[in-house]
């Protein structure tokens, strides 16, 4: 069956440090991918979506390009913020329903 | 829009009673999503609605939990009765056209 899956965190980076959280996928035909973010305390909040291979998604310096080839939707960011210490979730679009992958920590410091 | 909206944000109840989670979605959106997240199993999917009726409620984990939608504008989550193991952050989430959902902020539930 479809799945997602993200590389375990946390991830623990320095401020202005380059990102890179991965996330593969299992799927038939041509799913829509997504990079939700949760905050402490709040629900998640999309973050960006790609719906056909080669798209590229962004969003607050944010990019995930969609691979089919490889089947693969890596989130980077440039230059991180000690504010983007979140879980990132990625996820499938699937007829009705959304598959999630078990979330990424990211930790940011100083 | 005000988003989706849960209520309440946080719950204390002893085991054995009965829990009623809510939920009002985006206004037009005609899929709702309720997902349970804990530490140990993450995000769970547990059922969701199109246009009021119930499509798939495979991820409800047993007899205790039940879930309505009398309306387009509520929904309601109900474990009766609580057990400690239940307790986790309840979301809502809903979706209209386009891909993609809109979460609520969730119902933070202790049974102790």
């Known amino acids: 069956g479809d799945s997602v899956t993200q590389m375990e965190g946390p991830v623990t980076l320095s401020e202005e440090a380059f990102l890179t959280i991965n996330c593969t996928y299992t799927a038939t035909g041509y799913p829509s991918l997504f990079w939700y973010v949760q905050y402490p305390g709040e629900g998640l909040q999309l973050l960006l979506k790609a719906t056909k291979a080669d798209d590229k998604g962004s969003n607050k310096g944010f990019e995930a390009t969609y691979r089919k080839e490889t089947t693969s939707f890596h989130l980077e960011k440039g230059s991180v913020q000690v504010s983007d210490s979140a879980v990132y979730f990625c996820?499938?679009?699937?007829?009705?329903?959304?598959?999630f992958g078990t979330g990424t920590r990211l930790q940011v410091f100083p | 829009d005000a988003g989706v909206i849960q209520s309440p944000r946080h719950e204390v109840t002893e085991m054995g009673q009965e829990v009623t989670l809510r939920c009002k979605p985006i206004s037009g959106h005609d899929y709702l999503f309720w997902y349970r997240q804990t530490m140990m199993r993450g995000l769970e999917l547990l059922i969701y609605f199109n246009n009021n009726v119930p499509i798939d409620d495979s991820g409800m984990p047993e007899d205790r939990f039940s879930a309505k939608m009398p309306n387009a504008s509520f929904s309601t989550l109900k474990i009766q009765p609580s057990e400690p193991r239940d307790s986790a952050v309840y979301f809502c989430?809903?979706?209209?056209?386009?891909?993609?959902?809109?979460f609520g902020s969730g119902t933070r539930l202790t049974v102790v």
């Open positions: 989430a809903s979706r209209g056209d386009r891909p993609g959902y809109t």
């Open positions: 996820a499938l679009g699937r007829a009705d329903k959304l598959i």
